[in-house]
């Protein structure tokens, strides 16, 4: 089975990172989302990939470790979106979890670079622990020293590795790290056969980001990828 992940919810229909982003992924009957989490200054986790919402609200450069969640939740994230989502803000990761059915898989990214944000890893794990939904879950991050706390706390964690540029075998990397890593998480744009067949020969699953164009993702299935992120429901809803 080729497992899709709807890319911080359907964010092509609705705000990204947002409860009708996750709905619309629901709604589409898709078998998997991805969602970045952060820490705001009061120690709420926030959904959320930017380290500020100026994408969003060109008003707001302050950067989301300085603000409190009561602060982001004062901010309209929809103005891209005409009126079809008045007054939609970003969501904190009990609430994404308070949603999502227990069937769908989440890949939560701990978006820890360049912003080191300290307990992180124990904000989550409490988490998923007062929802009681460790099961489905997959943590990753570009920062392996917070995987490697998620794993400390909870060695039963399905853990991602992600990979930005291209580094020399990050199979090998992955399998001497001292984590046990369940899926390696690479950028579509190096990903090619011989990449997966090495992860695959390690014992690892393949799941590229982003891939938006169902060509691009045909070839990545021919490839023998596991599944990938995507923008595009017509990618994400063939979960």
């Not at 200054?41 to 060109?58: A, E, I, P, W, Y």
């Not at 982001?72 to 979890?97: H, W, Y």
């Not at 699953?205 to 599944?227: A, C, M, S």
Request: aromatic fraction near 10%.
């Amino acid at each position: 089975m080729v497992l899709n992940f709807a890319h911080r919810g359907s964010l092509t229909e609705a705000p990204e990172n947002t409860l009708p982003a996750f709905q619309k992924a629901i709604d589409h009957g898709t078998q998997a989302i991805e969602l970045d989490i952060q820490l705001t200054k009061d120690q709420q986790l926030v959904v959320c990939h930017d380290h500020n919402l100026s994408r969003f609200n060109s008003r707001s450069k302050k950067p989301i470790k300085e603000m409190t969640l009561k602060e982001i939740k004062a901010i309209d994230l929809s103005s891209k979106f005409n009126t079809d989502f008045p007054q939609t803000t970003l969501v904190t990761l009990s609430e994404v979890l308070a949603l999502c059915p227990n069937h769908i898989k989440i890949n939560i990214e701990i978006k820890n670079i360049p912003v080191i944000y300290e307990g992180i890893e124990e904000k989550l794990i409490e988490c998923l622990s007062a929802h009681n939904r460790f099961h489905n879950i997959i943590i990753s991050s570009f920062d392996h020293l917070a995987l490697k706390k998620v794993q400390d706390m909870v060695p039963s964690m399905p853990i991602g590795m992600l990979f930005y540029y291209r580094i020399l075998q990050p199979w090998k990397y992955a399998k001497q790290s001292g984590l046990v890593v369940t899926s390696i998480h690479p950028n579509q744009v190096y990903t090619d056969r011989l990449f997966v067949e090495q992860c695959k020969s390690f014992g690892y699953q393949v799941f590229p980001y982003t891939v938006n164009k169902i060509e691009r993702y045909e070839e990545l299935v021919e490839y023998g990828v596991d599944g990938v992120f995507s923008n595009n429901p017509a990618i994400f809803m063939k979960s």
